[in-house]
């Protein structure tokens, strides 16, 4: 495959061109002292870090907020919200067509609730501190800048690469003064395996989600979570006032806050098919409840009975859309 050697500062530079336009913004990570947090850049970058390890939330959830039909926008995130954002377009959250999305090798990443929390931008997690690694990035499949329109990669000497997935990814090519060449075979990161095993027993679940507070806030950072009028805000699944009044007179005693098993179940079957395993919600969660084990589990092992990975490819239809005859006849129970 066919790509272009990156210079130190020159994603910088290709994305200053975009920003001298005055047409484009620009998404991605800034280190500001011991910090590195999500950044929308307008006019010009400064600080700019095109890898961040440290985890706070998916950039898929700002940038459901950030769009604005015929918006342009460059992407320059990690694997995971770029395959969030793939996952938006088949949802019709946002529009593709003005947004150039560039994925970046992803070393892992560290919970943004750590201690301690290394300063260096380069820092490899898996590589040289894999026990601080988050559940999600040790037990990740795609950790590779493979998706979007162009990836940025590493080889195994260190050398950054520039590769061209989509015709608005050769727009991001062209402006890196580099010729073309053949990449190197052997990259940094590898395609990632699952390693520990995902939880699915129910005596499990609720030992573990008895700490719920229902906080929601699972739900409100998940990046492909993205209804308005989430069923959970009524009194049907999550009553109050009155209609809680009357069912606990009705069904007797009843655990506080109720619903909580329910709240999680119908989630993990919300999202099941555009999880992308980023982690966000256990992120998130203040009673250090680890979903990601859970719903992580459950949609990868769903999308494998379609043959699917949320967030791959554009042209890959989320199967709950989709129909295909005997599709499910060699899946297991």
């Not at 910090?35 to 390890?53: A, C, G, Q, W, Y």
């Not at 995971?80 to 959250?93: D, W």
């Not at 655990?255 to 999680?264: A, I, S, V, Y």
């Not at 179940?265 to 409840?289: D, K, N, W, Y």
Request: glycine share 10%; hydrophobic share 40%; proline share 4%.
């Amino acid at each position: 495959m066919a790509g272009k050697k990156i210079a130190n500062g020159q994603v910088e530079s290709v994305l200053g061109k975009l920003l001298d336009g005055g047409d484009y913004l620009v998404m991605g990570f800034e280190k500001d002292g011991s910090t590195i947090r999500h950044r929308v850049f307008k006019d010009r970058l400064e600080n700019m870090s095109p890898t961040n390890h440290v985890f706070a939330l998916n950039g898929g959830l700002y940038l459901r907020r950030l769009f604005s039909k015929g918006a342009k926008i460059v992407l320059v995130l990690r694997p995971c919200e770029i395959r969030s954002y793939i996952e938006l377009v088949k949802l019709s959250q946002v529009e593709a067509e003005n947004i150039i999305a560039v994925s970046v090798d992803c070393s892992g990443t560290i919970s943004s609730k750590a201690d301690d929390i290394p300063v260096n931008v380069e820092f490899d997690v898996l590589a040289e501190d894999p026990g601080r690694a988050r559940f999600a990035c040790a037990n990740c499949r795609e950790r590779r800048g493979v998706v979007g329109d162009a990836g940025i990669r590493r080889d195994a000497n260190g050398q950054y690469w520039a590769l061209q997935y989509t015709e608005k990814g050769g727009k991001f090519l062209s402006l890196i003064e580099a010729p073309e060449e053949e990449v190197a075979t052997q990259m940094a990161i590898a395609p990632g395996e699952r390693g520990a095993p995902f939880q699915v027993d129910m005596a499990e679940f609720a030992k573990d989600f008895a700490k719920c507070i229902m906080c929601m806030n699972c739900r409100d950072m998940c990046p492909v979570c993205y209804c308005v009028d989430c069923v959970f805000n009524g009194d049907e699944y999550l009553p109050k006032g009155d209609a809680l009044f009357n069912k606990i007179f009705r069904s007797g005693s009843t655990d506080m806050p109720r619903g909580k098993e329910l709240f999680h179940l119908i989630r993990m079957f919300h999202v099941s098919q555009t999880c992308v395993g980023c982690g966000a919600c256990e992120e998130a969660c203040p009673q250090g409840i680890p979903l990601t084990k859970y719903f992580k589990g459950i949609s990868e092992r769903l999308q494998g009975m379609f043959s699917y990975m949320s967030g791959r490819a554009s042209e890959e239809q989320i199967p709950f859309v989709t129909f295909l005859e005997d599709e499910l006849k060699d899946a297991e129970d």
